[in-house]
């Protein structure tokens, strides 16, 4: 059974994931198909719109960072794949739908946040949770996160913390909340309606706003100007604030390399165009791959699930501020060329 399928229904394009037993992980075999899908149905004048589905419990819980895992340095060939899919979809002339029903993480994040389209059901799990695996928050996601209001980007990105329907439609990644006996009807609708924003209209329902005490908390925190000024403000608050001092907490597990990259990253890309925040993306990933703790990350988290990473440097203090710069400058093998992914 193919890992990823393509069909035309009506006026759509419809991609679906198809790996449920591996939480539909995109691997590059299925980047690749999906961009050749794009490519095709781009040119295709019978093609109105994308419809991005999946099969099983999670729309996708990320990339297959397991192989990457294996293949070490070998493994940037997958993500400049995934980076130029992330690119062609922000820049897909027709509309794309992503229609979420539980999981949707990372490279998940990826392949739905870029589209004209998040139609998300009550079983969403959002989150961007790279910090914990050494890694950073790429596939773009900064371009979404940046654009958040108050701390509430910067706080996604340190933390990973994962977020309902309800939050991720306050913050703006979810366009149309609906409830997931209706997931099918908004394929439908994207499938044959001719006024399609209507029609997704008229499936959504009435969410919450977001808990105005954490959010007070999130916006001082995590507008600090280091990640030590944000562990600062957020111990000052744990007293009053069981939610600071979780995200304390919670910081003090990541991987300080990743935090430092991440709080740059973030502040780098307020106003940035996602075409930059990509290439960003690919110059720091380059890097990576090179490193310590993502390799180790992936071991304690996914494949020893000790969660007792061994992070080097082992403590924010021991960070050295210029191997962190060091990240975002050009890729040693050349910068992420997005020429043939709509760029």
């Known amino acids: 059974m193919s890992e990823i399928l393509f069909d035309t229904v009506g006026r759509a394009g419809v991609v679906t994931l198809n790996r449920p037993t591996a939480l539909n992980a995109l691997s590059e075999p299925m980047i690749h198909a999906m961009g050749e899908a794009l490519a095709e149905w781009a040119r295709d004048d019978a093609i109105h719109r994308v419809a991005i589905r999946a099969e099983g419990k999670a729309f996708c819980a990320g990339g297959d960072v397991r192989d990457v895992h294996a293949r070490r340095a070998g493994a940037l060939d997958f993500f400049a794949a995934e980076y130029r899919n992330n690119h062609r979809i922000g820049a897909f002339a027709k509309p794309v739908v992503a229609l979420i029903d539980g999981i949707c993480m990372g490279g998940g994040v990826g392949i739905s946040a870029h ?39 910067m706080w996604l990105a340190l933390t990973g913390d994962r977020i309902g329907r309800d939050a991720a439609r306050a913050l703006g990644f979810v366009t149309h909340p609906v409830d997931s006996g209706r997931i099918e009807d908004a394929l439908d609708r994207t499938a044959h309606a001719r006024d399609l924003d209507a029609a997704l209209d008229d499936l959504t329902v009435e969410t919450e706003p977001l808990d105005p005490d954490e959010t007070a908390v999130i916006d001082d925190a995590f507008s600090a100007d280091s990640v030590a000024g944000v562990l600062d403000r957020l111990d000052a608050r744990a007293g009053e604030s069981g939610f600071a001092a979780r995200a304390a907490a919670i910081i003090r597990t990541r991987s300080p390399t990743s935090l430092s990259i991440a709080f740059r990253q973030m502040k780098r890309a307020k106003g940035a165009s996602l075409a930059e925040c990509l290439v960003t993306d690919f110059r720091i990933v380059s890097r990576v791959l090179d490193g310590h703790d993502l390799y180790e990350g992936i071991r304690a988290v996914l494949i020893d699930k000790d969660n007792s990473p061994r992070w080097s440097p082992a403590s924010l203090s021991g960070v050295d501020d210029e191997e962190i710069e060091a990240h975002f400058e050009p890729a040693p093998g050349g910068d992420l060329d997005l020429a043939e992914a709509g760029a």
């Open 115 to 153: 589209g004209s389209h998040r139609v998300a059901s009550e079983r969403l799990v959002f989150a961007m949770p790279e910090t914990g695996i050494g890694l950073f928050p790429d596939v773009g996601a900064t371009h979404l996160l940046a654009g958040m209001e108050g701390g509430a980007g």
